[in-house]
């Protein structure tokens, strides 16, 4: 089953201002800066608080470029919110499960994520308008 809230994903056009906001805002800190460019993003994970099944964040996300995920959401929403991030144990299995359900996977196999984690995102239109990612933290995180 889901064991926490991992992280909420945030598209920004800017990734530098939009730490300096939650820094400056929130007192967060950043945990982890990375460029994926399987994901299409430059992304920032800001530590937000420590629970019994792992930690918690919030993820700011800054497109590569217009004709990426984040980048199409940004054309036309704007910034905002753009995913959940909830935490399982094992994510192959937790796909397996969900599948099952008739919930599309984006991902039929975990990909790499932040901080090493294994990731795999559920298609929005079959999860209410939230696309949903899932999220085993690695066992020996960077
Ligand atoms: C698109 N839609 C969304 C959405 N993005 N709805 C809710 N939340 C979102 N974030 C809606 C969109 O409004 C359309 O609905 C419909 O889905 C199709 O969207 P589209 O613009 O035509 O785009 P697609 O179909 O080319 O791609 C949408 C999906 C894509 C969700 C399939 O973005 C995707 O594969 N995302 C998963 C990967 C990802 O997001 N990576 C970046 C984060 P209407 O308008 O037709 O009703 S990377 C990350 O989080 C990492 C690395 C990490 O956590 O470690
Ligand atoms: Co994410």
Redesign the pocket.
Same mark, same amino acid.
């Given at each position: 089953g889901l064991t926490r809230i991992d992280?909420v =994903?945030i598209a920004c056009h800017d990734l530098e201002d939009k730490i300096a906001f939650y820094e400056s805002t929130f007192g967060l800190v950043v945990a982890s800066r990375e460029v994926?460019e399987a994901? #299409? +993003?430059k /992304?920032a994970m800001l530590h937000v608080a420590d629970g019994p099944s792992g930690s918690s964040y919030v993820?700011l996300?800054e497109p590569l470029g217009p004709d990426t $995920? +984040?980048g %199409? @959401?940004l054309a036309?929403?704007g910034e905002g919110v753009?995913?959940v #991030?909830y935490g399982v144990d094992d994510v192959a299995a937790a796909l397996e499960a969900i599948g099952a359900k008739h919930v599309r996977l984006?991902d039929e196999r975990p990909r790499h =994520?932040?901080m090493g984690?294994s990731?795999a @995102?559920l298609? $929005? %239109?079959d999860v209410g #308008?939230?696309?949903t /990612?899932l999220?085993q933290a690695s066992e020996d995180p960077l």
């Open positions: 992280h =994903g994926n994901q #299409g +993003v /992304e993820q996300l $995920p +984040v %199409k @959401f036309k929403r753009h995913h #991030g984006l =994520g932040s984690a990731i @995102f298609h $929005p %239109k #308008g939230v696309l /990612e999220v």
